[in-house]
């Protein structure tokens, strides 16, 4: 009809029966939210140019995931006498092959003895490999002595952090966490250790 004004059916269809103060109101949200999160990944230089784009991308280029390995294990009473339990303690070798540090984080694992699981726990590294270094560290796992002096297989995953502001940065969004399968253990009398990358 003559002087009735026609409805823009964009903002209609993108905020439904809201009104237009109400759909603008939200687009205000929403443009807010995405520049502060663009915002944050220029800060960590995400995009090349003047903030040393060049500099971050040749870091994740050159970057070789740290080698790890089971090097040895051995079986302990626990601590309380008589409890029918032992420590059983599988030791790792981290090889750093950067020359920047590589932190290590989260360590799942768990251990099974003859096929059957016997333990399972999560703990958290807080050590760091050394640029071009080496560093041990241990995992212990409480089972009964019984099931102790059998064959006993490791399997664990070690969360690590990449050196550099934008790995850094999406590690701590949990968009990219890469990690290391460490698998180790003794097998009839004769260690049998292997490690494989983890694909993310």
């Given at each position: 009809m003559r002087g009735m004004r026609k409805r823009r059916p964009g903002r209609a269809i993108l905020c439904g029966m809201r009104s237009e103060r109400s759909c603008f109101e939200m687009m205000s949200v929403m443009t807010g939210l995405m520049t502060g999160l663009m915002t944050g990944l220029l800060g960590a230089g995400v995009v090349a140019g003047g903030?040393?784009?060049?500099?971050?991308v040749r870091?994740?280029?050159?970057?070789?995931?740290p080698a790890m390995e089971v090097v040895s294990v051995r079986v302990e009473p626990a601590e309380s006498a008589g409890n029918g339990l032992s420590v059983v303690r599988f030791e790792v070798l981290a090889q750093?092959?950067?020359?920047?540090?590589?932190?290590l984080e989260d360590i799942a694992y768990s251990v099974?003895?003859?096929g059957t699981s016997v333990f399972s726990g999560v703990r958290s590294a807080q050590r760091t490999i050394p640029p071009y270094g080496v560093?041990?560290?241990e995992l212990p796992a409480t089972v009964a002595s019984e099931v102790a002096s059998g064959e006993l297989t490791l399997a664990s995953v070690v969360s690590y952090r990449k050196p550099g502001a934008l790995a850094d940065t999406l590690y701590g969004l949990d968009l990219v966490k890469p990690s290391r399968e460490v698998k180790g253990g003794v097998r009839?009398?004769?260690?049998?250790?292997?490690?494989?990358e983890v694909p993310k």
């Open positions: 903030l040393g784009g060049c500099s971050i870091e994740a280029t050159n970057f070789e995931p750093n092959p950067n020359k920047q540090a590589v932190p099974s003895a003859n560093m041990r560290f009839g009398g004769v260690p049998e250790y292997r490690s494989t």
